[in-house]
């Protein structure tokens, strides 16, 4: 999307917050939750005899996954993947909007480098057409997320045009495909 987190984009300020996987790419398991200051301080102002938030479980606060976190930020910053999320999203937005008039499609909508196509479900039933989208792009070298007739795309933040062109076509192969 061009940010952080999704609140950056919509100019949003959520009370509380959680991320996890991108925290680390995925590497290693970490999640956070990030509060406001109103919640910070409803934590921090109980008795002076008590624990403020009584928490931490056996993998809290590990070092690797910690490393993991700081090496995955640096990366963001280094490679400027945010702002190659600005740079390739109206590419990405023809590319999947180019799919709207094939057979079945119902609704084709994006923000940033996330899509969602959405199909008419079957006469043998809903979220089968989506499955079988879902599996066409797999067993030929594309990886969408199936979401019963919704096919969601979320490439990663590394991508280049030639995996816009790799990853709808193939899905525009699946779609003409599957009845």
Not at 8 to 18: E, L, R
Not at 55 to 75: F, K, N
Not at 81 to 104: D, I, M, Y
Not at 155 to 167: F, G, R, T, Y
């Amino acid at each position: 999307m061009g940010s952080a987190f999704a609140s950056q984009q919509w100019d949003v300020t959520p009370d509380i917050m959680t991320t996890a996987k991108a925290l680390t790419n995925g590497a290693i398991p970490m999640g956070a939750a990030l509060v406001s200051d109103r919640i910070h301080d409803a934590f921090m102002d109980g008795p002076e005899n008590l624990i403020e938030l009584f928490h931490g479980y056996t993998y809290s606060g590990h070092p690797v996954a910690a490393a993991a976190a700081i090496a995955t930020l640096d990366i963001y910053r280094d490679e400027g993947l945010f702002e190659k999320a600005v740079t390739l999203g109206k590419e990405w937005e023809e590319a999947v909007h180019s799919l709207a008039s094939l057979p079945n499609v119902i609704d084709v909508r994006n923000t940033g480098l996330v899509a969602g196509i959405q199909f008419a479900p079957r006469e043998d039933g809903i979220g089968k057409r989506g499955y079988d989208i879902f599996r066409h792009c797999f067993w030929n070298g594309t990886l969408v997320r199936g979401s019963g007739d919704i096919i969601a795309m979320s490439p990663p933040l590394i991508l280049e045009s030639k995996h816009i062109d790799q990853a709808v076509s193939t899905l525009e192969k699946a779609i003409r495909a599957v009845n």
